[in-house]
């Protein structure tokens, strides 16, 4: 098929690799624009732009899509069907008809279960058991579009989201491919009224530990900040992001440290802390942590000093 396939992050590339191995003519390629990063704050291509032009894919990145000459030039390229995952600019209508087979959104959860933008990380931050891709034909509401495919996995009991994230981007590469084979065949199913949520875009003031929380909710909160925005706390005044967690016994005051394996309080329960960074340095698996900074059993982590 004649695709024109639109994403920007890390969670899309993979789809773009799987479109290419199918044997799918890719038209075009739309991402974000580049931006300026890292200490020269250069501008830098999205991973979906570097890897369309290292596949020598031609690539467009418009600010919107709203001008007639933005979606005349979308149109021109007399698509079969857009493929759309995590590109980070709302379709106007007459982007959204204007392939043959309209467009076609990979999501990754179990719609309406987490509409929007921070589905990964909600899912865990709820505890929810599962969660899955859905393949779903793009209308104007915000992912309230019916499901073509759909595929549900079990969430670990101690993964984070970055692990799920790229577990998510396979599955919805291999999924997409499915789609687009079958895609004659396939009935579009409409979403049910029941059982909607919205994943809210991660505020970075939920990102700080109240270690009074029962267990549970710390470590989803852990596991579902990492890698970013990274859950953090303060040990010996100093501000610690949290990136591995697991559940563990343990009972005392909340915050307060009941091993030397940095196995920690709270409100009701205890986790313990697997993973570490302290700013400006990379993050380190707990025994290496230790090794460099001993934590002793009666610290006090979430206060300004200890």
């Not at 340095?281 to 230790?290: I, N, P, V, Y």
Request: charged residues 20%; contains cysteine; aromatic residues 4%.
């Amino acid at each position: 098929m004649r695709v024109i396939f639109m994403g920007t992050p890390e969670f899309s590339v993979p789809v773009l690799d799987a479109l290419v191995q199918a044997g799918h003519e890719i038209a075009a390629v739309y991402c974000q624009p580049p931006r300026p990063a890292g200490r020269g704050k250069k501008d830098r291509p999205t991973p979906v732009h570097a890897r369309a032009e290292a596949l020598g894919l031609p690539v467009r990145h418009p600010t919107s899509l709203k001008s007639p000459a933005e979606q005349a030039a979308f149109a021109a390229l007399k698509a079969d069907v857009a493929v759309v995952v995590a590109y980070g600019l709302i379709l106007p209508q007459p982007i959204l008809d204007a392939p043959r087979h309209g467009c076609l959104n990979i999501h990754a959860s179990l719609l309406p279960r987490w509409r929007g933008a921070a589905p990964i990380h909600r899912a865990i931050m709820a505890g929810d058991a599962e969660t899955g891709i859905c393949i779903m034909q793009m209308e104007a509401g915000l992912d309230t579009g019916p499901v073509l495919l759909r595929q549900a996995t079990p969430i670990g009991a101690e993964e984070t989201t970055a692990q799920l994230h790229d577990r998510l981007s396979v599955m919805g590469a291999d999924l997409i491919v499915q789609a687009l084979d079958r895609l004659p065949e396939l009935t579009p199913e409409p979403q049910p009224e029941v059982g909607v949520t919205y994943a809210a875009k991660i505020d970075k003031a939920e990102a700080r530990v109240d270690w009074s929380r029962p267990a549970v909710e710390v470590d989803r909160q852990i596991r579902g900040l990492s890698p970013f925005p990274g859950a953090w706390t303060q040990i010996e005044g100093e501000r610690v992001k949290l990136l591995a967690s697991r559940l563990s016994d343990g009972q005392g005051v909340p915050g307060e440290v009941l091993d030397d394996a940095l196995r920690v309080a709270c409100g009701t329960g205890a986790v313990e802390l697997l993973r570490l960074q302290r700013a400006g340095k990379a993050a380190q698996d707990r025994e290496t942590f230790l090794r460099g900074w001993p934590i002793p059993a009666g610290t006090r982590l979430g206060s300004e000093t200890s």
